[in-house]
T-cell receptor, first 115, second 115 residues
Framework: DSGVTQTPKHLITATGQRVTLRCSPR?????VYWYQQSLDQGLQFLIQ???????AKGNILERFSAQQFPDLHSELNLSSLELGDSALYFC??????????????FGPGTRLTVL | AQSVTQLGSHVSVSEGALVLLRCNYS??????LFWYVQYPNQGLQLLLK??????LVKGINGFEAEFKKSETSFHLTKPSAHMSDAAEYFC?????????????FGTGTQLKVEL
């Protein structure tokens, strides 16, 4: 158990819909990261937040957005869903002090299926 | 941008045999390298990481990796495979992204351990 929690574990929805994935980081961690894992794209970095502020952005679609709240939990919002958005979405957290040498601890993921 | 290449998407070994999973990196700056393991239907778990200092890094579950700058490699090894080692293994490099940082993953190597 990494200490990072994600809800829900599974999500099944239809095209065009909007969903929200939630992540609670490990106690004391200030950075939260979101990654997408799909068969064709592999593991891809989406976005990083540090203490409530966006710090880095990767291959995140405009239909996707995220935020980190004052209690440090984070939400990833996916809208106008397409079949190709079906994937496993991971949240990771790190202390956020050492930057590139920080260890990122991963949650169990949310499996999104878009029908 | 930095990248990692994992040679061999599938590796099969006998129980008790040496495990060798290959990872080569491409980086214009000193890299920070990680190995993660993903068991079926689970998140990623850190095996080990290299930041600076000793080039032979020992991790959990008997795994180790050696950073070789001259070969731009960070191969993962374990002297004796166990059935419980069957999983997918990801090599990753940590790099700066905007004002933060991110992990860039290889495509993964599925390890099969046979009796």
């Amino acid at each position: 158990d990494s200490g990072v929690t994600q809800t829900p574990k599974h999500l099944i929805t239809a095209t065009g819909q909007r969903v929200t994935l939630r992540c609670s980081p490990r106690s004391g961690d200030l950075s939260v990261y979101w990654y997408q894992q799909s068969l064709d794209q592999g593991l891809q970095f989406l976005i990083q937040y540090y203490n409530g502020e966006e710090r880095a952005k990767g291959n995140i679609l405009e239909r996707f957005s995220a935020q980190q709240f004052p209690d440090l939990h984070s939400e990833l919002n996916l809208s106008s869903l397409e079949l190709g958005d079906s994937a496993l979405y991971f949240c990771a957290s790190s202390v956020g002090i050492s930057g590139n040498t920080d260890t990122q601890y991963f949650g169990p993921g949310t499996r999104l299926t878009v029908l | 941008a930095q990248s990692v290449t994992q040679l061999g998407s599938h590796v099969s070994v006998s129980e008790g045999a040496l495990v060798l999973l290959r990872c080569n990196y491409s980086s214009s700056v000193p890299p920070y390298l990680f190995w993660y393991v993903q068991y079926p239907n689970q998140g990623l778990q850190l095996l080990l990481k290299y930041t600076t200092g000793a080039t032979l890094v020992k991790g959990i579950n008997g795994f180790e990796a050696e950073f070789k700058k001259s070969e731009t490699s960070f191969h993962l090894t374990k002297p004796s495979a166990h059935m419980s080692d069957a999983a997918e293994y990801f090599c990753a490099v940590s790099e700066s992204a905007g004002g933060g940082n991110k992990l860039t993953f290889g495509t993964g190597t599925q390890l099969k351990v046979e009796l």
